[in-house]
């Protein structure tokens, strides 16, 4: 009996085979198509802007040292001020100079009544020179004694142009039109010619504004700076520090002779004109470079750019309703778009929406537009 189960159990094995075998296997059924918008691609001209960080400094300043050694006895401005080139700003204790001065003038005259009488000695000894009544030693000591007197006189006169400088710099004058900051010194306050900075005056209006640009720039900033000055389509302007608009324009005013080698930067200088003394010595900013395309050029949504491995690609339809994967080369991005320089022409239809589900030869199912 168990010989006969085992041969039924043989029997049925073989027949369940042979109708797995009788079965012909189904391929996999292919992924959905997936559902994204498109876009043609166009091209249009493109004005974008460029920013740097920049640093407000004064066209000219100076810093305000004595000349002399004294005490402060006067100070004509307030912190702050406006000043005018020319305006007395400080003095310093004049009295020794001008005692100094008053002397050096007393020998000035000692001298030149010296030169007098040394000159008759020599005119006299000289007509008795011609009348042989007095030795010719004599006369050569009176010729001496005469120059000596001459070389006195302009010794005292150029004491005299010395100590007339030490009474000029007991006065500071503002050395142009410009703002005077705040004085570091009081009156009273002893002071040493060079030792010590009074204060500092600046000329700021018009501002400079310094920013570092990368060597590879300077061709297109020469061009600029060739360009000139057109108050109607300003390039530069000037974002402050709260991120407000400066409402004045700037112009590039020069480029630095020599570029930096350890950042590969080069210094621009704009100016900016700055008559409400809104800009400020120091403080840091924003500067906005307008640039614009010279013909029109290939632009997409930036959304349908995706990056993979370092390089960029979109996903272009093809016959089908397939797409493909296609590498391109970006340039500036401009709002919610960006340039393509090379790899899409004018025409194409790319994907915008959907990219995450997308692969190379994906199956696609375009969503129909709003309103249709």
């Known amino acids: 009996m168990g010989t006969t189960v085992n041969r039924f159990g043989v029997s049925i094995a073989m027949l369940l085979l042979a109708a797995a075998c009788g079965q012909k296997q189904l391929p996999p059924a292919p992924p959905p198509p997936v559902q994204v918008n498109v876009a043609t691609v166009g091209k249009s001209g493109a004005v974008y802007y460029d ?10 300043q100076v810093d305000l040292r004595p000349q002399v050694s ?102 500071i004058y503002a050395p142009f039109d410009g703002t005077i900051g705040i ?22 209006d018009p501002m400079a504004v ?28 000037l974002i ?27 210094k621009t200088r704009l100016t900016f004109r ?15 470079i307008k640039n614009s395309t010279p013909a029109p050029v290939v632009m997409v949504p930036n959304k349908a750019v995706t990056e993979q491995m370092g390089e960029y690609v979109v996903y272009v339809t093809i016959p089908g309703n397939k797409v493909t994967q296609r590498k391109i ?3 500036q991005r401009i709002s919610d778009k960006v340039v393509v320089l090379n790899g899409l022409s004018e025409g194409e239809t790319i994907v915008t929406d959907g990219i995450q589900k997308l692969r190379d030869s994906s199956l696609i199912l375009i969503a129909p537009t709003n309103g249709h």
């Open 51 to 60: 920013q740097y960080p920049a640093t407000l400094v004064p066209l000219n």
């Open 329 to 331: 080369t970006l340039g």
């Open 70 to 171: 004294g005490y402060i006895t006067g100070l004509f401005f307030k912190d702050g001020d406006h000043v005018q080139k020319g305006q007395k700003l400080y003095t310093i204790d004049q009295q020794q100079y001008e005692a100094n001065y008053r002397q050096a003038l007393a020998n000035v005259d000692v001298q030149k009544t010296n030169l007098q009488k040394a000159q008759k000695d020599a005119e006299r000894y000289h007509f008795l020179d011609k009348q042989d009544a007095i030795a010719k030693q004599q006369v050569d000591y009176a010729d001496a004694a005469f120059e000596s007197a001459k070389k006195q006189v302009q010794a005292a006169e150029a004491n005299v142009t010395s100590v007339q400088t030490g009474l000029k710099y007991a006065t």
């Open 210 to 237: 310094d920013l570092a640009i990368d060597q590879k720039q300077i061709p297109r900033f020469t061009q600029l700076l060739q360009k000139g000055n057109d108050e109607k389509d300003s390039v530069f302007s």
């Open 183 to 204: 004085s570091q010194v009081k009156v009273g306050t002893a002071v040493s010619a060079g030792a010590i900075v009074l204060n500092s005056v600046s000329q700021d």
């Open 240 to 266: 402050l520090a709260d991120g407000s608009l400066y409402p004045v324009p700037g112009h590039i005013l020069f480029i630095d002779r020599a570029a930096d080698p350890t950042t590969g930067t080069i």
């Open 274 to 288: 700055n008559p409400q003394n809104l800009l400020r010595a120091g403080i840091t900013a924003n500067i906005k």
